[in-house]
């Protein structure tokens, strides 16, 4: 009766620090599932207004993190409700680090049982954080799990947003889709594999198959038309411009293929996460805008999570690194950060430096883009400042930014800081870098505790 009790004397709840309290009151009660669940249907003229902000800034979140427990429970409380179905898939996105692995995956099907999940489809709220989609082996006592409901929870991410798009995402689809016996789900598998292999022959068969339409080659494909097939049958096919990268390449990093000109005019393909020479490419072409792009040479601001040789990093939030790591980080020494970072990079044990090497600069082959993009790479470590505020100022640092940025053979430099970096450093080194048209990347000592922290190095 308490439930029902509670139900007659609330009357609708105005304001988020009304929610905050009561909910914090009821928590821990003997009826909290209920009373919660009431309490959340009382609230829900609150949630409307915060849906054109960023959930992760609006007191969704400080109701989200009170009501932080296992989501199966949560979803009794959450699952009638749009406050609380909205409070449910920020809490997902929080889950295991912000990770859909094998760990978690029996949690998707509940997704799907929101009620009021196709009104949060049609809102498109902006719930602040992408989730990593990990599912590269899917273990034995998982596979009795309906596939089938899990792939369509996916795909509920996917059209919400949600989702890091990156070749992982795909692998995983690709994994899921494998072990289903529905015959649509099989043939997305099969258009995956097209779009993976970019033959251009299949592409236009496929082309054909989807829309009805015959093309003799790829420059009468209309793209934006077969993107929308694609996605209209749950082929996890995106296309962001910012996934186009160019640092003396192009690099495809979507998962869609991506017509260009050569220097001749002839057209032809980047498959997804490819790339190409810089120098053979005239312009590029935006399938979903239907414009044709002039690339530039376009160096600069690289960060931790695109390089692809510290591809592990992207698991852990910085938002889950404590104090305690952090000091970790504080006391190694520059040589044991060195040594690592080789480790990470499969160059373990220290080496003396040879001809080709820069004093207290230590160089390394780093992947950037993908598996095939190999690049010299300059890491100048800092542990410690100098002066009153024991910043690393340029009296600490010049010689060794100098002698990186002038190596020709150098395309990434990077600056690792432990002590607080000084702003003039920081704008001579990107000025610099820009000048020279050379990549670059400032590790702090948060940022280097999460390399490490994925590597399980500290």
């Known amino acids: 009766m308490h439930d029902e009790l509670l139900d007659k004397i609330l009357s609708e709840i105005s304001s988020w620090k009304e929610l905050v309290n009561l909910l914090k009151q009821y928590s821990s009660s003997p009826y909290s599932e209920r ?42 409380i959450c699952h009638d409700s749009f406050l609380g179905n909205l409070i449910w898939i920020y809490r997902l996105t929080k889950n295991n680090g912000g990770i859909i692995d094998q760990n978690n995956i029996f949690y998707l099907p509940y997704l799907l049982k929101l009620k009021y999940i196709d009104e949060i489809y049609f809102a498109q709220p902006e719930f602040g954080r992408k989730i990593l989609v990990r599912l590269t082996t899917i273990p034995e006592e998982y596979k009795n799990i309906n596939i089938d409901e899990v792939l369509d929870a996916l795909r509920v991410l ?34 995956i594999e097209i779009i993976e292999k970019c033959d251009i022959k299949n592409l236009l068969e496929t082309y054909e198959e989807l829309t009805g339409k015959k093309a003799k080659n790829i420059d009468e494909v209309n793209l934006r038309e077969f993107y929308q097939k694609l996605i209209e049958i749950g082929c996890p096919v995106f296309f962001r411009q910012d996934k186009i990268r160019y640092n003396g390449v192009v690099y495809n990093g979507n998962f869609f ?42 160096f600069g601001k690289i960060t931790l999570d695109e390089i692809y040789s510290f ?6 939030k910085s938002e ?8 970790k980080i504080e006391v190694l020494s520059e040589d044991e950060i060195e040594e690592k970072i080789r480790t990470i990079v499969g160059e373990p044990g220290h080496t003396e430096h040879g001809p080709l090497e820069i004093v207290d600069v230590y160089l390394c082959k780093l992947k950037i883009n993908n598996e095939e993009d190999l690049r010299n790479a300059g890491i100048i470590i800092k542990k410690r400042g100098t002066g009153k505020k024991k910043q690393i100022t340029l009296r600490d640092i010049a010689n060794q930014i100098i002698k990186a940025v002038n190596n020709d053979t150098l395309d990434l430099i990077i600056i690792i800081h432990i002590a607080q970096l000084a702003d003039d450093v920081r704008d001579h080194f990107i000025n610099l870098c820009n000048k020279l048209n050379k990549m670059y990347c400032i590790i702090d000592k948060q940022e280097l505790a999460r390399l490490f922290k994925a590597y399980g190095l500290i």
């Open 320 to 327: 889950n690194i404590g104090k305690e790591l952090v000091k």
């Open 311 to 316: 591809r592990e990093v992207k698991k852990v």
């Open 257 to 298: 293929p991506m017509k260009y000109k050569d220097k001749n005019g002839i057209t032809k393909i980047i498959p997804p996460f490819k790339q190409v020479p810089l120098e053979s490419v005239q312009k590029i072409h935006h399938p979903i805008k239907d414009i044709w792009l002039i690339p530039t040479e376009i």
């Open 158 to 191: 996917f059209y919400l947003n949600l989702l890091e798009l990156d070749e992982e995402l795909i692998k995983s689809f690709k994994n899921l889709l494998e072990l289903s016996q529905n015959a649509r789900e099989r043939e997305v598998f099969r258009l």
């Open 35 to 76: 009373v919660l669940n009431i309490i959340l249907k009382k609230a829900n003229g609150l949630s409307y207004e915060l849906l054109d902000e960023n959930l992760s800034n609006t007191p969704l979140r400080d109701v989200a993190e009170i009501l932080n427990i296992d989501l199966k429970k949560l979803f009794e």
